[in-house]
């Protein structure tokens, strides 16, 4: 299994362009989450998804669109890149998400500079 | 305004010591608590978890701690070895049980 797959790795935009950050994870993982690492702010979460066809907002979501249209993937859109969305961004995706102690897997982040 | 709150300094210490780190919080009733640990480059990777009524879990030389009246989680890694040289995130199940919200981390280094 390769778990939780991110791309692109790196990504350079500039100001006003949009662009698509893939995830996609073979765990058949119900829940999917987006989350953004900038220093000293710690993780934050943008947008999650608890399964197909099912989207709801996080801590930080201007700015960014979601969908959910397979279990597999869940595509984050950056309609209009600006430079405050630099930053570090972190697929997650888990079994189920009950609320009784579901774990995090995350993948390996992709690194986004808007210029 | 609900916090989480890691030590954002960098801990040094010696191979072979007990490393112990704090994740405070505040306005916040979690069910549960994870740790979590994330080396540069790499995305976070689950370590323990602990549940509001457990005082302590235990796996390898990990140690886990929840005080649900301090509000406070410690984290200890014994014998630790340079290889534990990392930052360790504390995350807490917030937002009516949807999600989790994670401390700012804070950066263990191991020294021989």
Not at chain 1, 22 to 39: G, I, K, L, T, V
Not at chain 1, 55 to 74: A, C, K, L, W
Not at chain 1, 89 to 99: D, E, L, Q, V
Not at chain 2, 95 to 105: A, D, V
């Amino acid at each position: 299994n390769a778990g939780v797959t991110q791309t692109p790795k790196f990504q350079v935009l500039k100001t006003g362009q949009s662009m698509t950050l893939q995830c996609a994870q073979d765990m058949n993982h119900e829940y999917m989450s987006w989350y953004r690492q900038d220093p000293g702010m710690g993780l934050r979460l943008i947008h999650y998804s608890v399964g197909a066809g099912i989207t709801d907002q996080g801590e930080v979501p201007n700015g960014y669109n979601v969908s959910r249209s397979t279990t597999e993937d869940f595509p984050l859109r950056l309609l209009s890149a600006a430079p405050s969305q630099t930053s570090v961004y972190f697929c997650a995706s888990s079994r189920p998400w009950t609320g009784r102690g579901e774990k995090l897997f995350f993948g390996s982040g992709t690194q986004l500079s808007v210029l | 305004s609900q916090k989480i709150e890691q030590n954002s300094e960098a801990l040094n210490i010696q191979e072979g010591k007990t490393a112990t780190l704090t994740c405070n919080y505040t306005n916040y009733s979690p069910a549960y608590l994870q740790w979590y640990r994330q080396d540069p480059g790499r995305g976070p990777v689950f370590l323990l978890l602990i549940r509001e009524n457990e005082k302590e879990k235990r796996k390898e030389r990990l140690k886990v701690t929840f005080d649900t009246t301090l509000k406070q989680s410690l984290f200890h890694i014994t014998a630790s070895q340079p290889a534990d040289s990392a930052t360790y995130l504390c995350a807490l199940l917030t937002g009516g049980g949807n999600k989790l919200t994670f401390g700012t981390g804070t950066q263990l280094k191991v020294e021989l």
